[in-house]
């Protein structure tokens, strides 16, 4: 067996005794056959953010062939706003690598995730999965290293109050069963997630705990391990799809939302990422973060007010980015320290023997802990263009590694404590600040477009697009607004309540 699949919770690489990188058409075809499946899904993301659905019975060998092999035409005018209905067709084709079990379906079904082709037969050019694999391609170019990233998906269970139990306000963090209502939703997402082959690293209890109108909302998070950042991004749109296909099973409702009430935690959608070359993090140099580390840093934060267009796309965003809360709002950076826009968490450099302190009997060894350091980007929420937002994440780290003033930029935005301490009130006044509406993140996307439209890597359309469609929430004051309004934030939270 190979040696990278013997425990795949994933049933075609168990069977197929393969990596999903390696599944060929053929591959497929054998797994269908021998395990009786009598449907093919064809699941392909449109701008609202969510997987769609096109449904095909396996007639017989020769149509199962050919639907693999040539994919099928889509309307892309009802997919996206940007496609002409006198131009709208497009090809949808299967990648193979992302097939998997539906774990939902009644009958044996087999889903593969698929990319937009236009009427030549080319990668269509707006399609936020091939931005993705074009700022990737480009970063492996300009810099020769390779992109990976991991997402903490935040979301909210909401389901009738219970009397038995109650968790404390606010105060759910891995909170364990029977305080925690939801863990076995939870797990069997987990589960599920692994399964259509996502790496999955934990699960958890969140702080987010509160009573509302006789709903009882539980804040839960999954983390995935870092993977290449194509990869990263489809585990992040079938794992939303499993939960919230979950939730229905369990007749409960599941929500995303940046901000559901004011004083109450948010959900965002953290992201860990690395750069890699030569199968090692290049984020760590001698048991410490590298240049390479601070360089990225840099192309972060001096990109994030653009990277809001992608990661913060509705106005409630905007209601989760506040002062005083965990949630971002200075452009800074620090270790370990929550309060900042990018975190260099916990390592394990210099610490690798705790295992034989907790564990005495166990033999003695050198552990190398590199590959487990992050820089996160804090201020991402669940309405997030996943693709967009890992393409722009990318195009960032690829700008750092440019920037001719780069460490000098990360120096003198580093935070070593809270930054709302007393003793940074200076430093507070002088840092800059990230976008407080859709309206304002417009402007800044535009202000910075040549940097992602450098390389070819993010097509104008997408930049203008983008922006219009955030300028046309026209939420400018509306932060002000809704100080004064409490029955209009929760209009707001209602709209937007299942973003992404």
């Not at 006198?86 to 539906?102: H, M």
């Amino acid at each position: 067996m190979h040696k990278n699949v013997s425990m795949s919770p994933n049933p075609l690489v168990q069977y197929l005794n393969k990596p999903a990188r390696d599944f060929t058409r053929s591959d497929l075809m054998r797994f269908i056959e021998d395990h009786h499946i009598e449907m093919i899904n064809f699941r392909y993301v449109g701008d609202d953010g969510r997987l769609k659905t096109l449904n095909f019975v396996i007639n017989d060998r020769s149509y199962l062939d050919s639907v693999l092999a040539r994919g099928e035409r889509v309307d892309g005018s009802s997919l996206f706003p940007f496609i002409e209905a006198g131009s709208s067709d497009l090809y949808i084709i299967p990648r193979y690598r992302t097939a998997f079990v539906n774990p939902f379906s009644e009958v044996p079904t087999l889903d593969i995730l698929c990319s937009y082709y236009d009427k030549d037969g080319n990668p269509l050019a707006s399609s936020p999965e091939y931005i993705l694999q074009k700022a990737h391609r480009t970063l492996k170019a300009q810099t020769g290293f390779s992109f990976e990233t991991m997402g903490e998906l935040e979301y909210y269970v909401i389901s009738p109050s219970q009397e038995l139990f109650q968790a404390k306000d606010q105060r759910g963090y891995h909170e364990s069963a029977p305080f925690a209502k939801w863990e076995s939703l939870r797990t069997e997402a987990m589960l599920a997630m692994a399964r259509t082959g996502a790496s999955i690293k934990y699960g958890h209890s969140e702080v987010g705990n509160f009573t509302l109108n006789g709903l009882e909302y539980e804040q839960n998070e999954i983390e995935f391990l870092h993977t290449n950042v194509e990869d990263a991004a489809d585990q992040l749109i079938i794992g939303k799809w499993i939960l919230r296909c979950l939730a229905q099973k369990y007749g409960v409702n599941i929500t995303y939302a940046p901000k559901i009430i004011e004083g109450k935690a948010g959900s965002g959608l953290h992201i860990h990422t690395r750069m890699v070359k030569d199968g090692r993090n290049a984020f760590v140099e001698n048991g410490q973060i590298s240049d390479i580390a601070r360089k990225t840093i840099a192309g972060y934060l001096d990109l994030s007010p653009s990277l809001t267009a992608f990661g913060n796309t509705n106005p409630t965003s905007y209601f989760r980015l506040v002062p005083h809360q965990e949630a971002p709002t200075n452009i800074c950076w620090g270790d370990r320290n929550r309060s900042v826009l990018v975190r260099v968490p916990l390592g394990w450099s210099g610490k690798n023997r705790m295992v034989y302190d907790a564990n005495p009997k166990e033999p003695v060894h050198d552990m190398d802990g590199s590959d487990k350091q992050t820089v996160e980007f804090r201020c991402p929420d669940g309405s997030a263009d996943i693709y967009l937002l890992m393409a722009g994440l990318t195009v960032a780290a690829r700008h750092g590694i440019e920037m001719k003033d780069a460490l000098d930029y990360a120096s003198r935005t580093y935070v070593d404590v809270n930054i709302f301490a007393d003793e940074y009130k200076e430093k507070l006044g002088k840092l800059l600040h990230l976008p407080a509406s859709c309206f304002e993140s417009a402007d800044r996307l535009e202000a910075q477009a040549d940097i992602y439209k450098k390389y070819d890597v993010f097509p104008d359309s997408v930049i203008k697009g983008t922006a219009r469609k955030l300028r046309g929430f026209n939420d400018q004051d509306l932060r002000n607004e809704v100080l004064k309004n409490k029955e209009l934030t929760m209009q707001l939270v209602n709209q937007f309540f299942h973003c992404g």
